[in-house]
């Protein structure tokens, strides 16, 4: 199940934004909102390649606005 359409040269391209946002630092602070990210994070159907990517690209997500978005990190990280 795709939840984006990208629209490219006028050709549209479904995608997750979870996997775009963990490849991605554009789409990472496109597809930001916490409510988002758990929902993606959450999808039983979600498959990356590498773990360790989807790991990063959250503590990167919190970094941009430590002050705010580390109260969110234990729970996007579980």
Do not use: P
């Not at 549209?12 to 979870?18: D, G, I, N, V």
């Not at 970094?63 to 729970?75: G, H, L, M, N, P």
């Amino acid at each position: 199940m795709c939840d984006v359409v990208l629209v490219v040269e006028g050709k549209s391209l479904l995608a997750h934004k979870l996997v775009l946002a963990s490849c991605s630092d554009y789409f990472f602070e496109k597809f930001s909102d916490v409510e988002q990210l758990l929902s993606l994070l959450k999808r039983n159907d979600l498959v990356v390649k590498n773990e360790y990517t989807v790991f990063d690209r959250v503590l990167s997500w919190v970094e941009v606005d430590k002050q705010r978005r580390i109260e969110y990190a234990s729970e996007l990280l579980d």
